[in-house]
DNA sequence: CGCTGACCCTGACGGC
DNA sequence: TGCCGTCAGGGTCAGC
């Protein structure tokens, strides 16, 4: 579920209901997510204002006066607004109560998620390391063309590293990569700078694309359903391995790039 | 430092 | 029907 166009998606549907709202209190139901909640949690953040929502990578970012609660959703993870008096079901780990009445709550079947709390002016290891926000000017194909001199990396692993870019997750980076044709084991550092400059502008084009049409996905959300109808189809090779190819009906080849899988077309991508 | 693969966890699905 | 292996949109970490 939580590329970085839901991640987004789920902080522009839950920011309305926070910006400015009082947390009553913090329920923590299971700890044990990728890193255990921190015991004092829920002390830290209960009383305090939520001035803002943000997002940084795949990261949600909740500010408040004296520190920000810092969440990640994981593999598996949802926040969606409830109402306090909805029963929690089976792996709804986390309430934040608000004195409005509303509540978000944190829903991970995997527990690959986290909740961890950001002191003012820290400089969180997990954020402190991140690569450029990719819809940001600080991103282009200059930047991938100058980072990538000399790594023997596969292409798709390096845009899927955080410390590169945040935010390109499988789908997209098989998604970029047909767009801009480029065969996702090429080495990185053996792409041209021209091909980066149309990959950097592929996944603008597909991120901002995925992000507008967010608003469906939320529907989706709250709903329960969480996989967005919308956007399978306009997939191109990401889960249609042995398919043909939209562009040239040569049959996609599915093979396995760091634990994750990759699909593309011999003949469209080199 | 760069790169690869193991690992964290539950659930869904296909083959037997 | 059950059992087993595989896979899943995340990321960290150890070891070479």
Aim: charged share 20%.
């Amino acid at each position: 579920m939580p590329e970085l166009p839901e991640v987004e998606t789920t902080r522009l549907g839950v920011a309305p209901y926070c910006q400015g709202q009082v947390v009553r209190e913090l329920v923590v139901r299971e700890s044990r997510l990728r890193w255990p909640v921190p015991q004092q949690l829920s002390a830290l953040i209960a009383n305090r204002t939520i001035q803002g929502v943000e997002r940084r990578g795949k990261y949600l970012l909740f500010r408040t006066a004296v520190g920000s609660l810092l969440v990640h959703l994981g593999m598996s993870g949802s926040l969606r607004v409830v109402d306090a008096t909805e029963p929690p079901g089976r792996h709804d780990h986390i309430d934040i109560r608000l004195r409005s009445g509303a509540c978000l709550r944190f829903h991970d079947p995997r527990r690959f998620g986290c909740f961890l709390w950001l002191a003012p002016g820290e400089q969180h290891p997990l954020l402190s390391n991140l690569g450029p926000e990719p819809l940001s000017d600080a991103f282009d194909g200059d930047y991938l063309y100058q980072l990538s001199r000399g790594r023997s990396v596969p292409v798709k692993s390096f845009i899927m590293d955080g410390k590169v870019v945040v935010g390109v997750g499988n789908i997209y980076a098989n998604e970029v990569l047909f767009l801009a044709g480029i065969h996702p084991r090429r080495a990185a550092g053996r792409v041209s700078q021209a091909r980066y400059n149309t990959l950097a502008h592929s996944i603008k084009q597909v991120l901002t694309s995925a992000i507008e049409q967010g608003g469906t996905t939320l529907r989706d959300f709250v709903g329960g359903d969480g996989k967005p109808g919308y956007f399978a189809q306009q997939l191109y090779v990401y889960g249609r391995g042995g398919d043909s190819c939209k562009h040239c009906q040569a049959r996609l080849r599915e093979i396995r790039l760091g634990q994750r899988s990759t699909v593309f077309c011999v003949t469209c991508q080199r």
